[in-house]
C-alpha cells in the first residue's frame, strides 16, 4: 500500500465544505473518495490538510490517501480527473512516505481574500468574489494589521465557540493590495482557526469603512471575546493558495 | 420618449444568445426587455449592436432603447441591475440622440477568444476559455493572420449557409498572445459575419496544431467555401470587448 499526494484545485460555490461533520455526499473530500473507492474497488479515506468552509475554493488544497493501485501517478491523474466534477482538479498527485499525513505535517497556509469594490455587480468572478460595492480605506486596515501579525490567542476570531483546544497562532504576513476593482488580502501563518480568516476579514474592513478604529483590533484581541471582532467575510471571496510543509 | 444607450456586461454560458430567432425566454435580449418593460409598464425593444451566439459572453455589448420614464439614468441603472439576474450587469446608462441605433452606427468592435493549454482542467474560469488541453505554434499562427488582415469576402468564415448580403468585411487587427497556460487571439474589424470569430479561431488552431499550413488560408479565403475553413472553435472561448461608434 502506498501513500499518495494531492493537490487539488476547486471552485467551491456548490459544495458544503471540503468536509462535512454528518454529510460527506456533498464535499470535495466526498467527491474524491468516491472516485479513489471506484479506482481501487475498496474504502479509500482522504485526508486533508485542512476544513475549507461551505463556498469556499481552493487554488493548491493539499491532500493524502493510503491505497493499492496498478496504475502510476500519471494514470491516477487522468483516472481521477476524468471522474471527478468540472469545479474539481487534480493538479499533481505524488508518492509520499508512508507517514506523510497532510494536516499533522503542514507548517503554514497561505489565503486569499477577494473583495470586489465596483459599484455595479461582478459578473465573471462573482463567485470568487465578496461584492462590497465600495473600497474600503487600505492605508487604516494596513495600520490595523501591526495588531495582528505575531503569535497571539486569535480566540475572538474564531467562528466555532465550542472550540477547546489552543487557539494561539502565528501570523507572519499580512498584504493588502488595490488593483483595479478589487481589494485583495493575502494572509499566512502557521495555521488558522475556524473561519478565522473571513472573521479577521471581516474586523479589517470594518476598520477601512470607519467602523472601528485600526487600534481598536489590539483591545479585540486582548478581549478574547468573538463579540467584539468583526462581520464574517462571506465564503466566496476566501481561496486557499497554498499548504506548506518544511 | 428618450433614447437609451446601454453597456452591457454578461456571462452567457446558460444563455441562447444574445437573441435567438425563435424564442427570446432565455435571451439576454429578452432579459433586458424584462426589465425594461416591468420599469416602464408598457412594451420596450431593446436594439443589441449585433448577435452574440449561444455561450458567447460580452465585457461590453452595446444596445439601445426607446423608452419613456420618470427616473434619471443612475435610477434606471439601479433598477435595472436590480432585477437582471447575476450573470448579466448593466455597467452603463446614458441618454443618446433620438437617431442612434446601436447596430446601424457601430463602426468597430473587438472580440477576444481564450484558449486554456494547461493539460489538467481549468476549474475557476472554466466557462470562459476552450480547454485545448495542449498548446498550438504561436509564431504559426501569427504567419497565417497576415492573409487574414485587410479587406476580403470572408464567406468561408460564415457559419450561416444562408447569408446572401456582401460578406465583405475589414480585419484590421489580429493579435495572439502565450500568456501562462493561455493562448488570447483579440480580433478588430469594422464587423464580423456569424461566428466568423469562431470559425477564423479554429482555422488558425489548426494551424498552430500543424494540420494546415498558415500559407493555405490563402487558398481558403479565396475558395469562399466554409469546407475549406476549419472547426468552428467552442463558444466558451469567445468574449465580446467593446463595440466602436464614431
Known amino acids: 500500500m502506498q501513500n499518495y499526494k494531492f493537490t487539488i484545485s476547486y471552485d467551491g460555490t456548490k459544495y458544503s465544505g471540503w468536509q462535512s461533520q454528518c454529510n460527506t455526499e456533498n464535499t470535495i473530500q ?16 482522504v485526508i486533508g490538510a485542512g476544513r475549507t468552509d461551505a463556498g469556499v475554493h481552493a487554488l493548491e ?9 496498478q496504475m502510476n501517478t500519471a494514470q491516477i491523474l487522468e483516472y481521477i480527473n476524468n471522474y471527478l466534477p468540472c469545479d474539481i482538479c487534480i493538479k499533481d498527485v505524488t508518492i509520499v512516505s508512508p507517514r506523510f499525513h497532510s494536516r499533522y505535517n503542514a507548517t503554514g497556509k497561505t489565503y486569499r481574500y477577494t473583495c470586489y469594490t465596483g459599484s455595479t455587480k461582478p459578473i465573471f468572478d462573482r463567485n470568487f468574489v465578496y461584492a462590497l460595492g465600495k473600497c474600503p480605506d487600505i492605508n487604516k486596515m494596513r495600520d490595523a494589521t501591526e495588531y495582528l501579525l505575531g503569535t497571539h490567542d486569535f480566540k475572538c476570531f474564531c467562528g466555532n465557540a465550542k472550540f477547546n483546544k489552543s487557539s494561539i497562532r502565528t501570523i507572519d504576513l499580512i498584504t493588502i493590495e488595490n488593483k483595479d476593482d478589487r481589494v485583495v488580502f493575502t494572509y499566512h501563518g502557521d495555521g488558522f482557526l475556524q473561519n478565522m480568516v473571513r472573521i479577521i476579514t471581516g474586523t479589517l474592513l470594518e476598520v477601512g469603512l470607519g467602523m472601528r478604529s485600526p487600534e481598536s483590533v489590539k483591545q479585540t484581541i486582548e478581549s478574547k471575546k468573538r463579540s467584539e471582532a468583526g462581520f464574517t467575510a462571506p465564503a466566496s471571496g476566501l481561496c486557499l493558495i497554498k499548504v506548506d510543509y518544511s
Open 61 to 69: 488544497m493539499t491532500a493524502n490517501a493510503h491505497f493499492v493501485t
Open 30 to 45: 466526498g467527491k474524491l473518495e468516491n472516485v479513489l473507492t471506484r479506482m481501487t474497488a475498496s474504502k479509500v479515506e
